[in-house]
């Protein structure tokens, strides 16, 4: 096949035309001719984007793209009508810190230039004028059938896939952005040569997403790489060159990376399962803290010092939620068995079992320390997002500790500052039966949502942070380091002021606890108020006395 749009130089950052200068990470001699290959090529320059599905990944990524090449037309369409309606009005349908400013500056357009991002649900409209298509919908878990628990649904990817082959009379690159099974793309290959009409060619490239929500539009502006999987022929690679040209507008050209397409599209798999192995195995880590008097943000910092591990990606916390780690991980399970490698998917399939263990540890600490009794204890929980500065719900740990909470049947009084109090109410509602694990009439019986931290708190018995929103720490704020100071800001957290602790106190029941799924607070300041406080793998509030003592009196009881 060759190259299915149009070829011309394009014009690089400096003026001069010449194509896009790609690299790869691992330069093999493959790679390696593969990179040269692409720099001979000319490439084709695209002018006309669609990107089917209007979500967390298409929503804030088609706004940069058009912020950054404003000769480019972007459409981004949905088949919900409520959502591209959202997209249209001053109130997206996302929160995303600096996302707002992005999109008006791209859909309204300004006194010098043009509006190049629209929002639609005319999809075979916007399909069949663009030269290149991302596919940007999702791919969650499937719930029935063959693989349910474990594979990905595809059906909502064949139907975009579909719908391109039906309405396209001109040739299209279509890019998969979802995050799918490696070899999807031989599938969407497979379908396109089949209903496609005659004459009409495709190729399809895949480019994975992988910024992480609450600071979506900074890794964005300033990606780690940009990955595009290809064929190795001449129209993949004309393709995948047009769409790094695409990138190249505001990447640097060092961090656009090609590869073969099924190296792609598990890379994307493959990052998801490392990140999320290391939460699990420093939240493994913390059990043991817990239980020995360690404390897991030293075990992190030592350990996070040494190069070869990072610092980052190794915060304890109550478990990891999100739309993609256990999705993701669970399909790279369903993976490896489909390919017969039980110990291999027995092995990603551990790093979300210990995050179903790290919740469940964190209810039963909770229920020990208030004397193993919830019944009619009111407990405020903090925080309902998955992480902070985003207000997406999707497999956040506090569902289902909000679920084991109501099993034993606690009053329950929620307060995030972004998430909305319809999604609370859905989220309870959808997971399992949630009133029925009470034994209450409705979810309303025993939960309330709350607008601010006070009323959440007051005549609670205990404090539970689930989300690691700033306005919750006591902590003293840091000073950005210069580095931090110079770095682009688009990505602005919220700014609510922190929460006032002693004035929480004021109004709680005695003894009040806080446990902190987090590390979010500073334990020490907190006892001074009268808490008992619990941190995820710290010593409990006794053993914290226990330190004190120690630091005081250079004595105290040996840590086990
Ligand atoms: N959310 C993230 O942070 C993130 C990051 C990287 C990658 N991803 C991956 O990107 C993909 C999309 O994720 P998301 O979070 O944006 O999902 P989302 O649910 O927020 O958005 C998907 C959108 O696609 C629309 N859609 C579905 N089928 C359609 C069709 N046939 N035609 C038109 N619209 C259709 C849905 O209505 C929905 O609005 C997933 O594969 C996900 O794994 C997500
Ligand atoms: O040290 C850490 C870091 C994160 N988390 C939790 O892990 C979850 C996921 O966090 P994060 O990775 O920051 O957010 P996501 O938006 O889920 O982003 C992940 O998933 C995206 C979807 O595939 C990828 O694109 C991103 O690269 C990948 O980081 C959240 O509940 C976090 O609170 C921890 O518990 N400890």
Redesign the pocket.
């Known amino acids: 096949m060759s190259p299915s749009i149009e070829l011309s130089p394009a014009q690089s950052s400096n003026g001069s035309s010449r194509p896009a200068a790609v690299r790869t990470i691992t330069p093999g001699a493959e790679h390696l001719s593969r990179t040269m290959e692409l720099l001979s090529l000319p490439h084709g320059r695209v002018q006309n984007i669609c990107c089917?599905?209007?979500?967390?990944?298409?929503g804030p990524t088609c706004a940069v793209i058009a912020n950054k090449n404003p000769h480019l037309k972007v459409t981004v369409?949905?088949?919900?009508q409520p959502?591209i309606d959202a997209w249209n009005s001053p109130h997206l349908p996302i929160y995303e810190p600096g996302l707002q400013e992005i999109v008006e500056l791209a859909r309204d357009g300004s006194a010098d230039r043009k509006p190049n991002l629209f929002f639609s649900t005319d999809?075979d409209a916007a399909i069949a004028e663009a030269d290149l298509v991302f596919v940007?919908?999702?791919?969650p878990t499937k719930v029935s059938g063959t693989g349910a628990g474990f594979a990905s649904e595809l059906s909502?990817v064949e139907?975009?896939i579909r719908?391109i082959a039906e309405v396209a009379t001109t040739d299209k690159i279509v890019v998969e952005?979802?995050?799918?099974p490696v070899r999807t793309a031989d599938s969407m290959r497979e379908i396109l040569s089949a209903i496609g009409k005659p004459g009409v060619r495709f190729e399809v490239l895949s480019n994975?997403?992988?910024?992480?929500?609450g600071t979506a539009i900074p890794d964005l502006l300033t990606p780690d790489r940009i990955l595009i999987g290809s064929l190795v022929n001449e129209s993949g690679l004309s393709a995948a060159s047009a769409l790094a040209n695409v990138y190249a507008g505001w990447v640097p050209r060092d961090r656009i990376i090609t590869m073969n397409l099924w190296s792609s599209e598990l890379a994307k798999l493959a990052a998801n399962a490392l990140l999320a192995q290391r939460i699990s195995s420093i939240n493994a880590l913390s059990a043991i803290c817990e239980a020995t008097g360690a404390d897991v943000e030293e075990i992190a910092f030592a350990c996070g010092t040494d190069t070869r591990i990072g610092s980052k990606m190794l915060r304890a916390s109550v478990g990891f939620g999100g739309?993609?780690f256990k999705?993701?991980i669970l399909s790279l399970t369903y993976i490896s068995e489909t390919l017969h490698l039980p110990e291999v998917a027995a092995y990603w399939r551990s790093v979300v079992d210990i995050n179903e263990y790290q919740k469940d540890r964190f209810t039963n600490r909770i229920i020990t320390c208030l004397y193993n009794s919830l019944t009619n204890k009111k407990i405020a929980v903090l925080g309902f997002s998955y992480k902070k500065d985003t207000g997406d719900t999707r497999e956040s740990a506090a569902i289902s500790i909000i679920k084991n909470l109501a099993g034993e049947r606690a009053k329950i009084s929620i307060y995030d500052p972004k998430v909305e109090e319809r999604q609370i109410w859905q989220d309870l509602q959808g997971y399992g039966n949630v009133s029925s694990v009470a034994g209450a009439g409705s979810v309303k019986d025993f939960v309330t949502v709350e607008n601010n931290v006070y009323d959440a708190c007051a005549d609670a018995h205990a404090i539970i942070i689930l989300t690691e929103w700033d306005e919750f720490s006591n902590k003293a704020i840091a000073k950005p380091t210069a580095a931090q100071a110079n770095k682009p800001t688009n990505g602005h957290a919220s700014t609510n002021p922190r929460m006032d602790w002693s004035r929480v106190a004021d109004t709680m029941k005695r003894p009040m606890f806080v446990f902190d799924g987090r590390n979010v607070v500073d334990a020490r300041a907190l006892e001074e108020l009268g808490f008992r406080v619990e941190c995820i793998g710290k010593p409990g509030t006794n053993w914290a006395k226990e330190r004190m003592l120690q630091a005081q009196t250079g004595k105290g009881a040996s840590p086990v």
């Open positions: 089917i599905g209007a979500g967390y990944v298409g369409v949905d088949l919900s959502r999809v940007s919908v999702n791919t909502y139907s975009a719908k952005k979802s995050t799918v994975p997403e992988f910024l992480a929500e739309s993609c999705k993701d």
